[in-house]
């Protein structure tokens, strides 16, 4: 089943519940904080920004509040050596209090600490991302500053899906994937410098608000970038959430959402840079992810766990558009991940 929203609405009933499960073309549910029926430290509220270039780099800013915690960081991938570094900075029990914004669209967001600041400005299209870390290590020196622009164009469509569980209804997940961004600007990073251009460079903004079950585990992959010299994007996603009103599936094409039904990702747990392959029930997808770089993370503090493969590379192989056209990929740059989480 896919059950489209058509209009807008309100994200949740006066019992705290969804109103309508389902997935749009546009983040047509209204999130109002104040309504969530659950205490402070189980919100989550992310804003995720990443831009695989094809100049063999990834870059990626991170800003999120976990009720518990917040996260904030900066990462970059070198897709050439197969390497990655990172540096974050957490916020004891935030619990609310940065005032993220209640839509993709607009609003402002500031972090600083002695390890890293960023901040997020959103207007009329335009997402802003300032950020700064003289600390954050790299392959031969450290330090990163730069300031970069993602832009969303007019009327293009995303991915957006609200979804709950189905033995607690008051946890729910909100998500909008903005794929095909426009990305411009620069950065200097360990004493090299870096440029972006919308011509070249499209990116991903991954905006979530939600409630969570205390164990869950999901599939993610994203891509943009061109093919036949128009824009194009695929966002995969399940395991997490009740998705029978609908899938986190689409292809996005010259602006225009491409749903499809289910997708399954099969790979190599114990090789994770092994070859990935990736199918649809339909047989709408049939592609081979092919890793550079494994960026990992694990955390065990007994109540709270979490473990998280993010994987970069290129994706290659053919999709089938609603029309039935046929695209052929070629060397995609993008990620796929496996994320378990216990909190």
């Known amino acids: 089943m896919q059950h489209e929203i058509l209009a807008p609405l309100p994200l949740l009933q006066p019992n705290g519940t969804l109103t309508e499960p389902g997935w749009a073309r546009h983040p ?54 197969g390497r990655s570094w990172q ?34 400005q959103r207007l ?8 700064s870390s003289p600390k954050m290590p790299g392959p031969h020196g450290q330090g990163i500053d730069g300031e970069l622009y993602f832009r969303l164009p007019p009327r293009q469509e995303s991915l957006n899906i609200a979804t709950s569980w189905p033995r607690q209804r008051k946890a729910f997940y909100y998500n909008s994937k903005f794929n095909c961004l426009a990305v411009s600007g620069e ?52 395991g997490f959430s009740d998705r029978s009103p609908a899938s986190e599936n689409l292809l996005l094409y010259r602006g225009r959402a491409h749903k499809l039904d289910q997708v399954e990702f099969h790979f190599d747990r114990k090789h994770w840079t092994k070859p990935w392959q990736i199918s649809s029930n339909d047989g709408r997808v049939a592609l081979e992810f092919v890793p550079r770089v494994d960026r990992n993370s694990k955390l065990n503090l007994l109540l709270i766990a979490s473990e998280q493969h993010q994987v970069f590379g290129h994706f290659s192989g053919r999709v089938s558009l609603d029309n039935g056209q046929v695209l052929q990929l070629s060397h995609l740059p993008g990620f796929a991940e496996e994320v378990r989480n216990r909190w």
């Open 28 to 81: 047509y549910w209204h999130y109002q904080r104040n309504q969530v029926q659950a205490s402070n430290w189980r919100i989550k509220e992310w804003d995720y920004y990443a831009v695989v270039s094809p100049q063999q780099f990834a870059f990626c800013l991170t800003a999120s509040n976990l009720g518990y915690a917040g996260l904030y960081a900066l990462c970059f991938v070198d897709l050439a050596s």
């Open 187 to 238: 950065f200097r990073y360990a004493g090299k410098h870096y440029q972006l251009s919308p011509v070249r460079d499209l990116g991903v903004l991954d905006w979530g608000r939600g409630v969570w079950t205390y164990r869950n585990t999901w599939y993610w992959a994203s891509a943009s970038g061109f093919v036949d010299g128009e824009p194009f994007g695929l966002n995969f996603g399940y």
């Open 124 to 131: 009329a299209g335009e997402h802003r991302l300032r950020f």
């Open 87 to 120: 540096i974050d900075a957490l916020q004891a029990l935030p619990l609310g209090r940065q005032n993220f914004p209640e839509t993709a669209e607009s609003g402002e967001i500031r972090f600083r600490s002695d390890k890293l600041s960023l901040s997020i």
